[in-house]
């Protein structure tokens, strides 16, 4: 809770007075903290703080890591514009009481030829971004509501290297069985020094909601506020096959106001899809952004044990029951009589 506490005593500081605006487009440092790092997803509209379900919650909403189940991996790649790329992969596991999760955030720019100040060239050089989270999840109160929190390392290179630690914090809550409200908090704390200049990071809040009207029928609906950009809403639905076949395939679509505006052509909308035997997926996600281009987003996703784990119950159930059923019959048995057994010894001869 001190990381909620912290974030909104940064938004409301006298400093921040021009944030959450487009008047700080900008200003923040390390924008890749803001990029998706899935496709599920990002395929709807980059609204997953109230739908992510296995290891990527760590990101967008680590109280949401107690839907991940007993293990997950995640493990993504999205090429991204102008040549850019952003790599992710996540895994979490349930420990005692709740789950901890582990993740690595990378996006690469390339090679870029740098000049000096006559403008000859000097080399070229191959800026960075990344991250390295770890995170708890738990239950607390009831097992509606679970709270997560994660601490992670944030470097970026440009010429030089800057460093330094920020956190997350999330809470998830099941309204009912078919609904889900969430709050994240992002980014909360630290600065990036390159050189003089200490830059702040994109602190960020997420309110969000998950309904699920059918089984095989998801929505999701997200309020975003991030300190360097206009606030945003995202959309996103998801369609899955029914049934309890091997195979599952799911479409997905979505749309996010934060680029609807500002590039010309067809932008702000997404849409991809997923394809699920048992325990592992593989999904995809494109979004267009007008004239700049079209990112595409590949995941490869893992639950372990999910199969096998539900056959343990199973098995667990049908012991138990069992060994109930051998008790109940050996109480109800008729117990069998006492024989009283008569002493032969004197009625035995003797030699004299």
């Known amino acids: 809770m001190k990381i909620f506490g912290l974030a909104l005593a940064l938004a409301a500081s006298p400093s921040a007075a021009r944030d959450f605006s487009s008047a700080a487009a900008g200003s923040a440092s390390a924008p890749f903290l803001k990029l998706g790092v899935d496709s599920r997803v990002e395929a709807m509209g980059g609204?997953?703080?109230?739908?992510?379900?296995?290891?990527?919650?760590?990101y967008w909403n680590p109280g949401a890591l107690m839907e991940a189940g007993l293990q997950s991996a995640v493990f993504s790649r999205e090429e991204y514009l102008a040549g850019t790329s952003l790599n992710y992969a996540a895994y979490s596991r349930a420990i005692s009481a709740g789950v901890f999760g582990v993740s690595i955030q990378e996006l690469s720019v390339g090679s870029i030829g740098g000049t000096d100040a006559n403008g000859a060239d000097?080399?070229?050089?191959?800026?960075?971004?990344?991250?390295?989270?770890?995170?708890?999840?738990?239950?607390?109160?009831?097992d509606e509501l679970s709270v997560g929190a994660s601490a992670k390392f944030i470097q970026s290179k440009i010429l030089g290297n800057a460093r330094t630690f920020a956190f997350d914090g999330g809470v998830s809550y099941s309204l009912t069985s078919n609904v889900k409200l969430a709050f994240v908090a992002a980014n909360v704390g630290g600065r990036l020094q390159y050189e003089r200049n200490r830059e702040e990071l994109p602190l960020l809040f997420r309110a969000g909601i998950g309904v699920t009207p059918r089984d095989s029928w998801e929505l999701s609906a997200e309020a975003v506020a991030a300190r360097d950009a206009n606030p945003a809403l995202a959309l996103g639905t998801e369609w899955r096959t029914q049934g309890d076949a091997d195979w599952v395939l799911s479409l997905r679509g979505g749309i996010n106001t934060a680029t609807v505006s500002g590039i010309s052509g067809i932008s702000g909308l997404s849409a991809g899809f997923g394809i699920a035997r048992k325990d592992i997926g593989v999904d995809y996600a494109v979004r267009p952004f007008g004239g700049i281009g079209i990112a595409h987003h590949f995941s490869i996703v893992w639950k372990f044990d999910g199969a096998r784990r539900g056959k343990r119950a199973q098995f667990r159930r049908w012991a138990s029951s069992t060994e109930d059923a051998h008790a109940q019959a050996r109480m109800a048995a008729p117990r069998p009589a006492k024989v009283q057994?008569?002493?032969?010894?004197?009625?035995q001869p003797t030699n004299g």
Do not use: M, Q
């Open 341 to 347: 057994l008569r002493d032969f010894s004197a009625a």
């Open 122 to 142: 000097n080399g070229s050089f191959s800026p960075y971004d990344l991250a390295l989270s770890l995170g708890y999840a738990s239950h607390i109160v009831s």
């Open 47 to 58: 609204a997953g703080a109230a739908t992510a379900r296995d290891a990527g919650a760590l």
